[in-house]
């Protein structure tokens, strides 16, 4: 069973930066679409930004301009850059990801376990 493997969530000052990867735990045949999302104590999870596999990048307005997602399709890995945090963005990110398992396998949606991502003010 493929999961996806979150890393690089911290404590960071309000202004600092972190970048958070996400791999496939093992070899697949593709990944489409890949993406992170965040939920924050007592809201709804919500998308932050995702990338299509030519690249095409979508960011929620919240994060637009201060936060840029990329891929490595050599590694299926994906990668959110997060500068000038703010103290709202604290929350758990989640990463996710259409992948097909193997060339006789439909496409399916995977979600990471999440890493914490906290901004102190």
């Known amino acids: 069973q493929v999961q996806l493997v979150e890393s690089g969530g911290g404590l960071v000052q309000a202004g600092g930066s972190l970048r958070l990867s996400c791999a496939p735990s093992?070899?697949?045949?593709?990944?489409?679409?890949m993406g992170w999302y965040r939920q924050a104590p007592g809201k709804q999870r919500e998308l932050v930004a995702r990338?299509?596999?030519?690249?095409?990048?979508n960011y929620a307005s919240s994060v637009k301009d201060r936060f840029t997602i990329s891929r490595d399709h050599a590694k299926n890995t994906v990668y959110l850059q997060m500068d000038s945090l703010k103290p709202e963005d604290t929350a758990m990110y989640y990463c996710?990801?259409?992948?097909?398992?193997?060339?006789?396998?439909?496409?399916?949606?995977?979600w990471g376990q999440g890493t914490q991502v906290t901004v102190s003010s």
């Open positions: 990338i299509s596999r030519t690249g095409s990048a």
């Open positions: 093992r070899s697949i045949f593709n990944a489409n679409d």
């Open positions: 996710h990801a259409y992948i097909q398992p193997h060339p006789w396998a439909a496409a399916q949606a995977y």
